[in-house]
């Protein structure tokens, strides 16, 4: 095999990150790209999506932007409120977002960046979609062959053989079991103690109410806060749809504990987490009719050794799964997805040399473990400062929040924080793996990741030497400020 083109590229799930897979390796020049889903089909469901300028420099140069851009908002601030009184503790004008990072910020919905994808790659004569069609395990991650096997919902098994295979299945990934179970690694998926309620409240739900009407118009995003819970809002579908998502800990799932990470809510319930939140965000509420209220469960699972193994790799939240409070979980999905792409096309001999496709995908690991992790760790500890209770860390937060009242300061609440959007939002990762590609693939050993492992050691939570680049290192340490 002379040109990298003809690699065969297998992806497990048709979901964002699996989308963002497909096409790009087809925008790169794949020819052959075959994504496996369990659905029979993509009847895209969900709720709001924030679209943040370094997943849209990705979704531009792909070709698919113009048309997500279409339904979406603007957002040119955020505000955020006391829950209980509805106070205003900070207000961040972001009129310049598009100005400063080459694109804006903007809010839509899921199913609009889902399909905008969907539709990109349905114009890639290179990818081939395989619905009702379940992974039952990996059994040879290469490098010499990559072998899986694939369950069809009405037909009899059968292998597949690939020259690289994506586990973008989520966080009940199966490529991970397979992979983890080849390494005698456990990494169990773990609860948060978190929960979320997702709401979407219609345009004829809230143009009677001034108030409410005021905020669907708006090109802000809000957050109500209280110890701990908190609620984040925004207009999408052109400010037909008002979204609303909350945060509280999990008290209905903790009580029947199962698989399932959905469940029919009760209102009744949902009213009361939120009782002592103000008129303005009971008024949403109780716009919810009875019957369609839908709880999510907010898992995890510990940090992994290794993404990777021979010529199998894992993406989005099969790897990195996040909570949703800095809103990056689907731009990291997408990142991956793009940096997998441009490693693999610059694999030393077109791929033909099955150690050196091997050490290139390994790269990928090596560019976003760093990174993923510090967004990951930063969602986490936001929403704990977010969710304070009465005392003096919540009086010391509150000051803080006054004082970012002057703009560019750093503020509590890391999503809105001018110098972490600016480490976010400024980063091109396929510029990052342009420029970086040689340097690492030249540490990895020849025949040293076959087994996941890099130079004799675990893989380590970033670069080759474990440590993590300048830029994520200088936001955490101020972030720890």
């Not at 290469?142 to 899986?148: C, H, I, L």
Request: aromatic letters at 6%.
């Amino acid at each position: 095999m002379s040109d990298f083109r003809d690699l065969r590229i297998s992806v497990i799930g048709a979901g964002m990150g699996g989308l963002a897979c497909a096409l790009a390796f087809a925008k790169k020049g794949f020819k052959h790209v075959d994504v496996y889903e369990t659905a029979s089909n993509l009847g895209f469901v969900g709720a709001g999506i924030q679209l943040a300028p370094n997943m849209v420099r990705i979704l531009d140069r792909w070709g698919c932007w113009d048309s997500i851009a279409a339904e979406a908002t603007n957002i040119t601030s955020s505000s955020i409120r006391e829950g209980a009184t509805n106070r205003e503790l900070v207000h961040v004008e972001m009129p310049d977002i598009a100005e400063k990072y080459g694109y804006p910020h903007c809010t839509g919905h899921r199913a609009s960046l889902a399909g905008g994808l969907y539709e990109g790659c349905k114009k890639e004569s290179a990818v081939t979609f395989h619905f009702s069609s379940s992974l039952v395990g990996v059994t040879s991650f290469g490098p010499d062959k990559t072998v899986f096997t694939v369950q069809p919902r009405n037909g009899e098994a059968y292998e597949v053989e690939t020259d690289v295979l994506l586990g973008a299945d989520g966080i009940k990934s199966a490529v991970r079991t397979s992979l983890l179970r080849a390494l005698d690694i456990s990494a169990d998926v773990e609860d948060t103690g978190q929960a979320a309620y997702r709401i979407m409240l219609n345009r004829s739900q809230m143009e009677h109410d001034p108030e409410l009407l005021e905020l669907l118009d708006a090109d802000c995003a809000l957050r109500w806060i209280g110890e701990k819970r908190h609620i984040v809002a925004y207009p999408i579908s052109n400010k037909t749809i008002y979204n609303i998502s909350t945060c509280q800990p999990d008290v209905n799932f903790a009580a029947a504990p199962g698989a399932t990470y959905t469940t029919r809510g009760s209102k009744p319930a949902m009213l009361k987490v939120y009782a002592d939140f103000g008129p303005t965000v009971q008024k949403m509420l109780n716009m919810v009719p009875e019957g369609e209220v839908c709880e999510w469960k907010l898992r995890s699972h510990a940090p992994l050794d290794t993404w990777v193994l021979g010529a199998v790799a894992l993406v989005g939240d099969a790897c990195h799964p996040t909570l949703p409070h800095l809103s990056q979980g689907a731009a990291m999905a997408i990142e991956d997805a793009a940096v997998l792409a441009e490693v693999v096309s610059r694999t030393p001999g077109s791929g033909s040399d099955r150690v050196a496709l091997s050490k290139a995908i390994k790269v990928y690991e090596l560019l976003r473990k760093d990174r993923t992790t510090l967004l990951v760790d930063l969602a986490a500890s936001s929403a704990r400062t977010l969710h304070l209770g009465e005392g003096k860390a919540k009086e010391e937060r509150d000051k803080a929040f006054l004082n970012a009242k002057k703009r560019g300061t750093p503020i509590p609440d890391k999503w809105a924080s001018p110098e972490v959007q600016h480490m976010i939002y400024s980063y091109d990762c396929v510029k990052d793996t342009t420029e970086k590609f040689d340097e690492l693939y030249a540490t990895l050993a020849d025949g040293a990741v076959a087994n996941g492992y890099t130079n004799g050691n675990p893989a380590t939570n970033g670069h080759a030497s474990g440590k993590a680049t300048d830029v994520a290192a200088e936001v955490a340490a101020e972030v720890a400020a």
